[in-house]
């Protein structure tokens, strides 16, 4: 088992960076990992910000691929603009709803905070992690 473990461990820093472990560090401080619709309403006032799940569904569901069927493509827009918003938060580019940002404000820039590889790593987290997975 220990044996499987570093395997596992050796290919994650081998391989590049663990999304899960990124989000951890750097993302979970405000973005909840999971909650339902109803609570995330009755704990309102302790969010910080938009729960993931309702960050990763919001993207999928508001940028649209024309090929329907290219979920390839799908997954590489979206992680891309993640992967930039991480970065780059802009009031104008933000999809989240505008009742959420006004009550919670654009998200800081992480600019500095990660490397290029945990950004994507990440953002491919995001988008994975609730891949069929809705927020209700
Ligand atoms: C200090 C708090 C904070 C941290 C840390 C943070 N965020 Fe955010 N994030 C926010 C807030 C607040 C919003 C909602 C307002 C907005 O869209 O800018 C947001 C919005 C977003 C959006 C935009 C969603 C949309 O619909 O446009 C993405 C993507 C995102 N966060 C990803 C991340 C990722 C990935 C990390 C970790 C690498 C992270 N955030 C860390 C506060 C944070």
């Avoid at 081998?14 to 609570?39: N, P, R, T, W």
């Avoid at 995330?40 to 006032?45: D, G, Y």
């Avoid at 938009?50 to 569904?57: D, F, G, L, Q, R």
């Amino acid at each position: 088992m220990k044996i499987v473990l570093s395997l596992v461990v050796a290919g994650v820093t081998l391989f590049g960076a663990d999304g899960y472990s990124v989000y951890k560090k750097q993302c979970m401080q405000c973005h909840v990992e999971m909650i339902g619709k109803q609570d995330a309403l009755k704990n309102l006032k302790t969010l910080k910000a938009p729960p993931m799940v309702e960050v990763s569904n919001r993207l999928k569901e508001n940028i649209i691929i024309k090929e329907a069927d290219d979920d390839a493509m799908k997954r590489r827009v979206v992680t891309a603009f993640i992967k930039d918003y991480i970065e780059n938060p802009d009031f104008d580019y933000s999809m989240c709803h505008l009742g959420a940002l006004d009550r919670f404000g654009v998200m800081p820039s992480l600019k500095g905070k990660l490397t290029d590889e945990e950004r994507q790593a990440v953002a491919e987290w995001v988008y994975d992690r609730y891949s069929g997975v809705t927020f209700k």
